[in-house]
């Protein structure tokens, strides 16, 4: 275990002096044993130079290994933990933006066994390549995200949990004067837009909107993947709207007070999927999570349409 993170400390700090002083050990001691895994290995795992240390073709692929070692490691701990306290086992789950907390919420009841302990859950957010990477290194068992043509999914299986359509959102006051006719998308384009991230799959769609009626796409004023940020933003002010997936802006209508312009847009967002490594055995809290997320999935959306983004047997 000491030989692992030594490994993963000197990438991290790209010196042996450095690695040292993290690590509460001397620099002697922390040249030693690189030293001796080295010779285990038979090849340098660092070049050396004036820059630092950076890890050779051999460093990156045993420190690959290391980070999954070392994650798998600490997750045992977690599922001793848990067991300890009277919890089945602990899953890491990771979820991007604009997944419904409703879902996970009936998932994590769901999820255990019949005559199991519950399973304790730790989520972590962050966007699709973030959370796929976690996934590989072991930092995450499962991934909640959307599945598009951008996606690496090498060395993983997924598998399409539902289909979300887009919504726009607004103060109920402004909600009621933009429902009063046919989207006016010149007056649209003067309000206060708050989307996400450039080259996301809804930003890129409400470009295409506006280029489609031949205007320039607005700005947004703000830049903001959270929910519960743009609900309050949206209720706060008389100009602000917002497209979101449809299950999001139903949660917002009801924790937030937004309203939902009655507009109904003729394209929809990469499905939401559920990822998991396609290669090593599956511990029982994840089957029984996976299988909780599925059934929760299709009470709430229905059974999936087959067509080309939703594999025969579900996995690939």
């Not at 299986?157 to 009063?180: C, G, H, K, M």
């Not at 003729?266 to 994840?286: H, K, Y």
Request: glycine share 6%; net charge neutral; hydrophobic share 45%.
């Amino acid at each position: 275990m000491r030989h692992l993170i030594l490994l993963l400390s000197i990438r991290q700090h790209g010196s042996l002096t450095r690695a040292a002083e993290h690590m509460a050990s001397s620099q002697p001691a922390i040249t030693n044993a690189l030293a001796e895994l080295e010779s285990m290995f038979g090849a340098p795992l660092f070049d050396r130079s004036v820059r630092g240390m950076a890890p050779t073709a051999l460093g990156d692929v045993v420190l690959a290994r290391a980070k999954a070692m070392v994650n798998d490691l600490g997750h045992l701990v977690q599922d001793m933990e848990a067991v300890a306290s009277g919890q089945g086992a602990h899953v890491h789950v990771g979820v991007t933006p604009f997944v419904s907390g409703h879902i996970l919420s009936a998932a994590m009841q769901r999820a255990p066994a019949a005559g199991e302990a519950r399973v304790s859950v730790s989520i972590h957010e962050g966007n699709s390549d973030q959370l796929l990477a976690q996934l590989r290194d072991h930092t995450v068992d499962i991934v909640i995200g959307r599945a598009s043509s951008a996606t690496d999914v090498k060395h993983i299986a997924f598998e399409v949990l539902y289909r979300q359509t887009p919504r726009l959102i607004a103060s109920r006051r402004l909600a009621a004067q933009l429902s009063r006719g046919p989207l006016n998308w010149p007056a649209l384009a003067e309000l206060d837009w708050i989307l996400g991230a450039p080259l996301t799959p809804i930003r890129e769609q409400v470009t295409d909107l506006f280029l489609s009626a031949g205007l320039t796409p607005p700005a947004p004023v703000v830049e903001s993947h959270s929910s519960k940020l743009i609900g309050e933003l949206i209720v706060g002010s008389s100009r602000a709207v917002s497209i979101v997936p449809a299950d999001i802006a139903d949660e917002l209508v009801r924790i937030a007070g937004v309203a939902v312009v009655p507009y109904s847009f003729d394209w929809t967002l990469p499905p939401i999927a559920m990822f998991m490594r396609a290669q090593g055995p599956r511990r029982a809290a994840e089957q029984h999570f996976a299988t909780a997320l599925r059934t929760t999935c299709k009470s709430l959306y229905g059974p999936l349409a087959p067509d080309a983004t939703n594999p025969p047997h579900g996995w690939v």
